[in-house]
């Protein structure tokens, strides 16, 4: 009975240890759950919070992206505004009590702007020569003196093909002295010239110099002519300090003469040298030289030459950039005569008058304003169909044609009515374009594709530049043509191309690739 309640109390103590461990262990496992779950819910919260911290990174990143957006949109926005106002208004400052624009004039052809119409005649004039018994010209009547008339042209002279030499030497004259337009013909039967030229700051000076005979000669003490034009090889303009010392500037007129003159001009200079007697007092043998009939210098030579260069002073030494240029000018056009030839037929100028422009101006401004209110009319259809991007891209437009006005003033292109079509097929150009860009980013994109605007914008400009390179072939060469209509056309659709080029890279870019990206 003792062993079996013995049994019983083991098997008892048994079954507690046994239930003892089981509980430990379900603790044991009980406490690994647990820990694990705590690691689980750290775990856990720490996911959530660095996915929240990227979350607000992302905002704050894209916030601090739109900001960036809306200030490149905006300096856009003020950059276009300042193009304008330069362009369609101009940028006065006060010279001298008078308020007037630094920004530079269109410069019109003749079939805009109109005319002065030269017209040179052949001079009949008859003059009465004294001659004496030697056969000498003196200028008074008395013994043993005739007198004679004598044209100013002889008839021998009057033949087509010097009519026709001068003509070519006119001609050539404008060339050098840089008439921007004009048109030239020769009545090859009387020799009467005209010349259609645009009337601009210079043109007095042209009508004065283009005529004259340019008659260059170096003379002795007796008249005798030691040298003349058949030695010139060319004039230049020169200038420089007369002195290290010294800030006052001299003007030269270079003639440079060929080989047969250059030894000449050495014979004259060992001839004609500057030479004193016994008591000091100069007995030189000088020259002179003249330009029909006005003499330049007198003088004689310092020393031999025999670089076969001849510098002649125009005017005096001075500092004055005014005085400078005036003597500049005038040794220019001295220059231009010596280059050119001389005339065979002695003319007089007949005509000078302005001609009015075929193409009235109220005309003109018709079709300014009509075009006006065809591309206002296209900037509301743009703004009804793309909403903020069309609005947006209408104010870029804007800007452009003003840049592209403002390139045409400041590279001094030649308008005629050619370049009036280049103009409005710029603008053309310019708004395929932006209609096709527009129809590129139209779709919604989303914050993935934000990076698509700049390849949608560069597929655009790839794409107008495939179709305008034939167009830019064509137009290189018309700005080599010598036909001012076609050299007009051509350089104004250069310009028009360069300018659509640059201004939608930098400005039509920024504006709408930042507006779109704002947005996303």
């Known amino acids: ?288 030289i003249t330009i029909d009939g006005t003499t330049l210098v007198e003088s004689a030579f310092e020393q031999e030459n025999s670089t076969g260069e001849l510098q002649l002073s125009i005017g005096q030494a001075s500092t004055s950039a005014s005085d400078i240029n005036e003597y500049i000018r005038q040794a220019s056009n001295l220059a231009v005569l010596l280059n050119s030839g001389v005339m065979p037929v002695t003319y007089v100028l007949d005509v000078n008058r302005f001609v009015y422009s075929e193409i009235p101006q109220e005309l003109i401004y018709i079709v300014a304003i009509a075009i006006g209110i065809i591309i206002l009319v296209t900037f509301i259809v743009m703004i009804i169909k793309y909403k903020k991007n069309g609005f947006l891209s209408a104010i870029a437009f804007a800007g452009y044609i003003a840049f592209l006005l403002i390139a045409i003033r400041y590279t001094n292109v030649m308008l005629t009515l050619d370049g009036l079509i280049a103009i409005i097929a710029s603008i053309i150009l310019n708004f395929t374009f932006t209609f096709y860009l527009l129809s590129l980013i139209k779709k919604n994109y989303k914050d993935k594709e934000r990076a698509e605007v700049e390849i949608d914008f560069q597929k655009a400009l790839t794409r107008m530049l495939f179709i305008l390179l034939p167009l830019i072939i064509v137009t290189v060469i018309l700005c080599f043509a010598s036909w001012l209509p076609l050299y007009s056309f051509g350089m104004v659709m250069f310009w028009g191309i360069v300018t659509l080029l640059i201004y939608n890279i930098v400005i039509t870019r920024t504006l709408l690739v930042n507006t779109v990206k704002e947005r996303v």
């Open 1 to 288: 009975m003792e062993e079996k309640k013995k049994d019983v109390k083991e098997s008892k103590k048994s079954n507690a240890n046994n239930t003892s461990k089981k509980e430990l262990k379900e603790a044991g496992k009980k406490q690994a759950s647990t820990k694990k779950n705590a690691e689980n819910e750290v775990k856990k919260a720490s996911q959530t919070k660095e996915k929240s911290n990227k979350n607000k990174d992302k905002k704050t990143e894209k916030k601090v992206s739109r900001i960036d957006n809306k200030l490149k949109i905006a300096l856009s926005i003020l950059v276009i505004i300042l193009i304008c106002a330069i362009s369609f208004g101009g940028i006065f400052v006060q010279d001298k009590g008078r308020v007037s624009s630094i920004i530079p004039e269109y410069s019109l052809g003749m079939d805009l702007e109109g005319s002065r119409k030269l017209g040179i005649i052949v001079d009949d004039t008859v003059n009465e020569v004294i001659y004496d018994k030697d056969g000498n010209v003196v200028t008074e009547e008395g013994e043993g003196t005739t007198k004679k008339e004598e044209p100013v042209n002889p008839e021998e002279v009057l033949t087509k093909e010097n009519f026709v030499k001068s003509k070519e030497i006119v001609d050539k004259r404008l060339q050098l002295l840089n008439v921007p337009d004009y048109t030239i013909g020769v009545n090859e039967e009387n020799g009467t010239i005209m010349v259609d030229m645009l009337d601009y700051s210079d043109t007095d000076t042209v009508a004065q110099y283009m005529y004259m005979p340019g008659k260059f000669e170096v003379t002795d003490p007796d008249g005798n002519v030691l040298l003349d034009n058949s030695y010139i090889d060319q004039a230049t303009v020169k200038y420089g300090y007369v002195s290290s010392n010294s800030n006052a500037t001299t003007v030269f007129l270079s003639i440079q003469f060929n080989k047969e003159g250059t030894e000449k001009l050495k014979e004259i200079s060992n001839t004609y040298i500057k030479s004193v007697d016994e008591d000091g007092n100069d007995n030189s043998k000088k020259i002179e």
